[in-house]
């Protein structure tokens, strides 16, 4: 059913699982950002959102959910493509000089950042990404985006533009209750050593990518 303009937010905002503990300044050198730090209600999970922009239900916003990823994110690792979409995200929104983040910190898809390093081991010697994390008895992907939904109706969207390959994420967000107005992908130049990582996100995952070959 479709809902009326200005309301359409409410009901989920009545019932948040995360709540908003302090806000501030960030300048990046991607531009100036506010910075909002996150607490779930219902786990130890924190989150952090940057944003910039008058955030309004009624304006289709830029967002992005990103998963954490210490080695590309922080180490610059060209094994995914991890910390250039994070970067790329940032100067999508100063561009656009209205959008929000969601950096949610579920580190390789949930398992943790040890267990990832395990996983990594075991591609040194030829498996893939999907096939690394079913070897070690893990789960492929534990990730739930359902919070990080809450975030965007706490910081006032309900309309979003969702940077993203990743149909899950696209669809978790909807069933969340947010209007995805239009999916806006994200391809950053891939190395070399990040295509088999990459093939294995469109091949297994269903990720919404061109691969070079
Ligand atoms: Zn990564």
């Known amino acids: 059913m479709e809902n009326t303009a200005g309301t359409c937010c409410d009901e989920v905002k009545e019932n948040l699982t995360v709540e908003r503990v302090a806000v501030a300044f960030l300048p990046t050198e991607w531009g100036d950002f506010q910075i909002a730090g996150y607490r779930s209600l219902i786990s130890n ?12 239900q009624d304006i289709p916003t830029l967002v992005r959910i990103h998963s ?6 922080v180490f610059g690792s060209t094994k995914c493509d991890c910390g250039e979409q994070l970067h790329r995200t940032l100067q999508m929104i100063q561009q656009e000089g209205r959008g929000a983040l969601v ?14 390093i ?9 498996a893939d990404t999907v096939e690394a994390n079913v070897r070690l008895g893990l789960a492929v ?10 975030i965007l109706f706490d910081l006032g969207l309900c309309k979003v533009r969702v940077i993203s390959n990743n149909p899950l994420k696209i669809q978790a967000l909807e069933e969340a209750g947010l209007k995805i107005v239009e999916r806006v992908s994200i391809e950053v130049d891939s190395s070399e050593k990040a295509e088999k990582y990459l093939r294995t996100k469109k091949e297994k995952l269903g990720h919404l990518l061109t691969l070079k070959r």
């Open 45 to 56: 999970e924190e989150f952090v959102a940057l944003f910039k922009g008058d955030m309004r």
């Open 68 to 73: 954490q990823c210490l080695t590309g994110d």
């Open 103 to 116: 950096y949610q910190q579920q580190e390789g898809r949930g398992i943790g950042i040890v267990n990832k």
């Open 118 to 126: 395990r996983a990594y081991a075991l591609q040194d010697q030829g």
């Open 141 to 150: 992907d534990l990730r739930e985006y359902r919070q990080c939904a809450e």
